[in-house]
């Protein structure tokens, strides 16, 4: 079965700063990936998605993500993070037919 | 894209009541999965539809979750009897891969 870990429970940046998100997964091929970000009370967003092709894909809000078949990885950046980009920021995988979540990173962001 | 409508949004019971939650699709699609999210978790699968039929539900924990999905369109997931522990957001998405989620439902039990 495929698994999903995000190893930063929590992250604190100040604003203005620039901001990565890691992710890591196992599956025996290339999954589909994803980021979904989800506001207090909200329900979830998705940022962007890798199907194939180019490994740096571009979402909204300004976010990034680039795939690294050699380490498993679908880390999530920003250059600049402004303060309501405050939430819980989920990795996600499509592998076996199934989308499987992380535990998620809690991002604050410090004026 | 698909849309999702859930109802209700809150839910207040008490344990070892009953509580039904719905899913109803605004857009078709194949797949449809129930989650549920224990605050400060992920998002836990506990079943998947593909049109009438499931998939998997090898986390549902069913002694008291059990869950349909009506004419591959509109889905229930029902609780019975609830505990305390099933305190969470319960949320619907319909498609594969890309998944669309509804707004979810949160449930509390005291």
């Known amino acids: 079965a495929q698994s999903v870990t995000q190893p930063d429970i929590h992250i604190t940046v100040s604003e203005g700063a620039s901001l990565e998100l890691r992710c890591n997964y196992s599956?025996?091929?290339?999954?589909?990936l994803f980021w979904y970000v989800q506001s207090p009370g909200q329900g979830l967003q998705l940022l962007l998605k890798y199907f194939s092709g180019d490994t740096l894909v571009q979402g909204i809000k300004g976010f990034e993500a680039e795939f690294k078949r050699s380490q498993s990885s679908f880390n999530l950046r920003k250059p600049s993070v402004h303060w309501s980009d405050a939430a819980e920021y989920f990795c996600?995988?499509?592998?076996?037919?199934?989308?499987?979540f992380g535990a998620g990173t809690r991002l604050a962001v410090h004026p | 894209e698909a849309g999702v409508a859930q109802s209700p949004r809150y839910k207040i019971i008490e344990k070892r009541q009953s509580v039904a939650f719905w899913c109803n699709p605004i857009s078709g699609h194949a797949t449809l999965y129930w989650y549920q999210q224990i605050l400060g978790q992920g998002p836990k699968l506990l079943i998947q539809f593909q049109n009438n039929g499931v998939v998997d539900d090898s986390q549902l924990p069913k002694d008291r979750f059990s869950a349909e999905r009506l004419k591959g369109v509109d889905s229930t997931l029902k609780i019975q009897p609830a505990k305390l522990e099933d305190s969470a957001v319960y949320l619907c998405a319909l498609g594969l891969p890309e998944a669309f989620f509804g707004q979810g439902t949160r449930l509390t039990v005291v």
């Open positions: 996600a995988v499509v592998g076996y037919n199934k989308l499987i």
């Open positions: 599956y025996g091929a290339t999954p589909y």
